[in-house]
């Protein structure tokens, strides 16, 4: 049976077979049965590399930290995770560097946590927000008839666990109901660059 570890662009975990391309965590989730009780611990969401140092891990080890995945860096970022800085060191400094920019002041990660706390979907911050479809940028995630849909290149592509699907253009300016919070579209727009899943070939 597999593991409730798999996480949304809305931040809901679930359990499936597919796997993912990028780690992460939230805290200490489950319980010795390896058996989820909560859906976050602390204000530090990150995302992580599946492979640093060689370091080897038991998933959901008992006292550890619930080991979370995504299909790639825009979903984790959609859910409300920044990059890990310690093992994504470089995406993590150029991460800080974009957010700041967006936001228009320098941030440290405590701050930039908080903010991602206020405006996470799961936690009923801005539980989806409205913006013309040109201003959105490459890398963030909108809701369509409540399935999550990836922008990229003048075109959506329709969210799965294993990949992204059903490639639809987009005509015309449309509002969309965003999932990707504020803050992150505007570390995009500023210039961040988050790794996207194979399977997009816009």
Same mark, same amino acid.
């Given at each position: 049976m597999s593991l409730r570890?798999?996480?949304?662009?809305?931040?809901?975990?679930?359990?499936?077979?597919?796997?993912?391309?990028?780690?992460?965590?939230r805290g200490t989730l489950h319980n010795t049965d390896k058996k989820l009780v909560r859906e976050y611990q602390r204000n530090a969401w990150i995302?992580?590399?599946?492979?640093?140092?060689?370091?080897?891990?038991?998933v959901m080890a008992p006292g550890s930290y619930t080991e979370l995945f995504f299909l790639d860096e825009a979903t984790a970022l959609a859910a409300?995770?920044?990059?890990?800085?310690?093992?994504?060191?470089g995406d993590y400094k150029s991460f800080v560097a974009a957010f700041s920019k967006g936001i228009g002041a320098e941030l440290?990660?405590?701050?930039?946590?908080?903010i991602l706390r206020k405006?996470?979907?799961?936690?009923?911050?801005e539980g989806g927000w409205q913006s013309e479809f040109k201003k959105l940028p490459d890398g963030c995630m909108i809701a369509k008839e409540e399935s999550?849909?990836?922008v990229f290149r003048g075109a959506i592509y329709r969210w799965t666990f294993s990949g992204y699907v059903d490639?639809?253009?987009i /005509?015309?300016?449309? /509002?969309?109901? /965003?999932?990707?919070?504020?803050?992150? /579209?505007?570390?995009?727009?500023?210039?961040y660059c988050p790794f996207i899943h194979p399977s997009v070939n816009g």
């Open positions: 570890n798999r996480v949304d662009p809305f931040g809901h975990i679930h359990a499936t077979s597919a796997r993912g391309c990028l780690m992460g965590n995302s992580c590399a599946l492979e640093f140092k060689g370091r080897q891990r038991e409300g995770h920044r990059p890990c800085a310690t093992c994504r060191r440290g990660p405590q701050d930039i946590d908080k405006e996470c979907w799961l936690l009923g911050g999550p849909w990836f490639r639809e253009l /005509v015309g300016n449309p /509002v969309c109901q /965003v999932i990707t919070s504020k803050s992150i /579209v505007g570390t995009l727009n500023a210039g």
